[in-house]
């Protein structure tokens, strides 16, 4: 079993680490010969919110070499506070380069090597960091994760839930604005109402005893979303063609969800570039954070929020 790659991307995949290590202290994460797959499945999750991403190895890394007895993929678990920071000593700047900064002031990295290791018959996550000292000396520093490689029996137990086509798609505006409203209302109930149509509107409220609010965004668009986006979580060959007919659409869907998992999944603004949701009415709401445009995405995060059954509305 060997991997190893040039870590290209630094920022990014240190974004993308931060936003999942709000969610679960471990993730899994698998790498195949084309992808990485960053997956947090764990039912204990609040309000029992998943994500499950995917991102092209081109867009992350160079030099890219995996080797495995298991058609090329290697899946392992990992603390994810380790490992944001370890790519946190990586990530100091928004380019590749002075990206040791962080941890190492005096010395400025060009490259950063991730690679499958053993240290002490412990199998780690090695980050090496590779560099010119300010006096003109080469230096290289290297950051160990400890890991645990999943059999490629239990990997393949890995599975998506299992949703019904979501009957509205919607554009989601910056997450950032979201989460500034929704944070506003945390204090103020539990439970948050996600609704949207097929003609643009989107619509945020909470509903107690003794306060309703609402926040209301309309021409927000509503894409129509690609076959196995639709139906990547279902397995059968018939699943349903694109949705393009949209019958009645001032008719409003709605997800009741965990404030508090809304909030978690609000954390990745911080590698957001397009989102959107997709609401299975009073089962789950579906949401894909893409990272970079959707023409030309390089990967995408897709959450999972189940509805809440008793909530306040």
Known sequence: MRFRATIENAPIFYRLIQAVEKLQKKCIMKFTETEMHVICNDDANEGGIQVWSVVKVETMFTSYRIQSNANNAITLTLSTEALLSALRSSSSSASSSSVAAAIIPSYDADEVVMKLAKKNEQAVLSFEMYGMSRSGRRVR????????????????????PRCPDPEVHVLLPPLLKIRTIVERLRPLSDVLALRANNSGILQLSINTD????????VKCGNPSMA???????DENDD???ILLNKPDPDKMFCVLVSIRSFLKFLNSHV???TTILCLCHNHCAILYVYIGEIADAGGVLT???????????
Do not use: C, F
Not at 227 to 233: L, M, R, S, V, Y
């Open 210 to 217: 003794t306060v309703k609010l609402e926040t209301q965004w």
């Open 141 to 160: 520093v290297a950051h160990d994760v400890r890991i645990d490689v999943m059999r490629p029996a239990e990997s393949d137990k890995l599975h998506e």
């Open 271 to 273: 590698v957001s570039a």
């Open 303 to 313: 959450y999972y929020i189940p509805t809440v059954i008793n909530g306040d509305e």
């Open 239 to 241: 699943a349903e063609d």
């Open 227 to 233: 076959k196995h986006e639709i139906a990547q979580n």
